[in-house]
């Protein structure tokens, strides 16, 4: 791929390196001030889902079931940006998040800050 | 866990949740503007190495070894913050990243740029 080269989306999807469960990576980031708001998987049938609907929609692992982000919280998050790394097997999306990303109501997932100095973990104060 | 609760480092590590190769994904974000510069993996042992080096260290999965990241290339990555996510499958590490993080020598690795609405992905400008 060179610079400025453009490529059909469906090009790009049969190109992406899934997984052998078929699933990638999908690091979700706040559009406004870029904190990282957490980590989660999609494969391809969700990734297209979430280009057209422009609603975050990963495939949970654990329900191994198509996962609309909000759908049962409220805390949905739209999707801004999309980007894919070099070698096709992470994406990177900037949204808009309504509410919490994190199901324990944390405004982000990663709240266990590691002290290296101290070789302990302590988790962060309040609900942000 | 509770708030404020303080770990040993070692009894974090027994607790991590890392995969099947027993791996886990580290999410990297420039410590300064909070870019996302990459995503790599790590294992316990590298995990230690870089909370002891503050160098980031990852496990390479096409070598299947080691890979001090700026050992061959000089674009060292400074370990600044780590921090775990809700569920103990993901970490997020902040650095100060010297030259460029991606191997093609752009400054991070998602310059793949996905456009929605033209169902189209377009390569973005230049090695920024």
Redesign the interface.
């Known amino acids: 791929?060179?610079?400025?080269?453009?490529?059909?989306?469906?090009s790009?999807l049969a190109s992406l390196n899934f997984n052998s469960d078929g699933l990638i990576?999908v690091?979700t980031?706040d559009a406004d001030?870029?904190?990282?708001l957490?980590?989660a998987w999609m494969n391809a049938d969700t990734l297209e889902k979430t280009?057209?609907t422009?609603l975050m929609t990963y495939w949970s692992r654990s329900r191994q079931a198509e996962w609309i982000k909000g759908k049962s919280s409220g805390h949905w998050q739209q999707?801004v940006?999309?980007?894919?790394?070099?070698?096709?097997d992470?994406i990177?999306c900037q949204v808009n998040q309504t509410g919490a990303a994190?199901?324990?109501g944390?405004r982000h997932?990663?709240?266990?800050?590691?002290s290296?100095e101290q070789?302990?973990?302590?988790?962060n104060?309040g609900l942000s």
């Open positions: 791929l060179a610079e400025g080269e453009r490529l059909e989306l469906s790009l990576p690091i980031q001030d870029k904190q990282v957490m980590m280009l057209h422009g999707l940006s999309m980007r894919i790394d070099c070698d096709g992470t990177l994190c199901h324990t944390r997932c990663f709240y266990f800050k590691v290296a070789q302990e973990v302590v988790i104060s």
